[in-house]
Nanobody
Framework: QVQLVESGGGWVQAGGSLRVSCAAS????????MGWFRQAPGKERVFVAA????????YYTDGVKGRFTISRDNAKATMYLQMNSLKPEDTAVYYC??????????????????WGQGTQVTVSS
């Protein structure tokens, strides 16, 4: 079972940048597709971005394309989400997750079976 720990959240003004990280331990990090999700107050947790095991394929929700970049360093067992041009609507708790090995949509929360504790990102206007 893989354990995930997010870090790097914080407060930033609109238009600013933040990078959040997800450190993994306990399993073979490089074998897994990984994803970032976020949950705003009073809303459901939703997909933000995902990256395949080798890093060769990247996926983004439409609202972050061109602003966010997902990446991973398998040697460090760490995944990143670089967030630029942040908007107040990006305010949420950001979670990293491991996608299960079964076939299923990379965009669906239900296909991820290990989660970090989350890191708060707050963007002020």
């Amino acid at each position: 079972q893989v354990q995930l720990v997010e870090s790097g959240g914080g407060w930033v003004q609109a238009g600013g940048s933040l990078r959040v990280s997800c450190a993994a331990s306990g399993s073979t990090f490089s074998s897994y597709t990984m994803g970032w999700f976020r949950q705003a107050p009073g809303k459901e947790r939703v997909f933000v971005a995902a990256i395949t095991a080798s890093g060769g394929l990247l996926y983004y929700t439409d609202g972050v394309k061109g602003r966010f970049t997902i990446s991973r360093d398998n040697a460090k067992a760490t995944m990143y989400l670089q967030m630029n041009s942040l908007k107040p609507e990006d305010t949420a708790v950001y979670y990293c997750a491991v996608k299960g090995r079964k076939a299923g949509s990379i965009y669906s929360l239900s296909n991820y079976n290990a989660w970090g504790q989350g890191t708060q990102v707050t963007v002020s206007s």
